[in-house]
């Protein structure tokens, strides 16, 4: 069997095949032109509208979470506040003997008049 003789290249349609595929003639090439412009132009309308990041979705999406979690923490401060001041108005009602104690002896005696101030 014999082998093929090697052929020459088959010739190419393009004018001048040292130049790089971008440099070739494209037929319609101010639509492309217009079209790339028109979507650069979307591009930057975006980018200022809701920042450069690409997640700009996922971003928004937190955004109720961190401020739910601020709330939650706002009331449970606001709880252990409240708790703590309550129970130093006890401590400073049992100094003055306005505590439990007293509220105990009004009860048992009405009619003796119980002074807080010894």
Same mark, same amino acid.
């Given at each position: 069997?014999?082998?093929?003789?090697?052929?020459?290249?088959?010739?190419?349609?393009? !004018?001048? !095949?040292?130049?790089?595929? =971008?440099?070739?003639?494209?037929?319609?090439?101010e639509?492309?032109?217009l079209? =790339?412009? =028109?979507l650069?132009h979307?591009?930057?309308?975006?980018?200022l509208?809701?920042?450069?990041?690409?997640? @700009?979705?996922?971003?928004?999406?937190? @955004?109720?979470?961190?401020?739910?979690?601020?709330?939650?923490?706002?009331?449970?401060?606001?709880?252990?506040?409240l708790?703590?001041?309550?129970?130093?108005?006890?401590?400073?009602?049992?100094?003055?003997g @306005?505590?439990?104690?007293?509220?105990q002896?009004?009860?048992?005696?009405?009619?003796?008049?119980v002074?807080?101030?010894?």
């Amino acid at each position: 069997m014999s082998s093929p003789t090697p052929t020459s290249p088959p010739a190419s349609s393009d !004018p001048d !095949p040292q130049l790089p595929e =971008a440099f070739h003639y494209t037929p319609n090439e101010e639509k492309y032109v217009l079209q =790339a412009d =028109a979507l650069r132009h979307r591009q930057l309308r975006s980018a200022l509208l809701y920042g450069s990041s690409r997640y @700009w979705r996922r971003r928004q999406q937190v @955004w109720p979470a961190v401020i739910g979690g601020l709330i939650l923490v706002a009331l449970i401060c606001g709880v252990i506040a409240l708790i703590g001041a309550f129970g130093r108005q006890q401590e400073v009602n049992e100094e003055r003997g @306005w505590g439990n104690t007293t509220r105990q002896q009004m009860i048992q005696s009405p009619l003796t008049d119980v002074s807080p101030f010894p």
